[in-house]
């Protein structure tokens, strides 16, 4: 069954830290781009993070320098390392992979981040 699970999400404190997981079973992420979006409540789902098959990465400007978007192909799971958190980085994450080649996607149900004192 192919399917894409995110865990890690939680309540931290402004500053804080917390890594998101994206395992996947089903298919393997190498041939896969993965992409991390966000949604807070109320507003549109936003891209937060992508990571291409090939390694390259890409950031939102608003996360720039703070999350770094990882891939442990033994794990068969990509990262979201979230550091410096703000308030306004409270959320839902998504991750979504998406084959390169036929652009066929998968999405998860998605983990909450709250970001408050």
Known sequence: QVQLVE????????GGSLTLSCAASGFTFSYYDTT???QPPGKQRDMVA???SG???TYATSVQGRFTISTDNAKNTVFLQMN???PEDTAIYYCKARHRGY???YWG???QVTVSS
């Open 103 to 105: 652009g066929q996607e």
């Open 50 to 52: 992508v990571i291409s």
């Open 55 to 57: 390694g390259s990465t």
């Open 7 to 14: 865990s890690g999400g939680g309540l931290a404190q402004p």
């Open 84 to 86: 410096s958190l703000k």
């Open 109 to 111: 149900r998605g983990t």
């Open 36 to 38: 991390w979006y966000r």
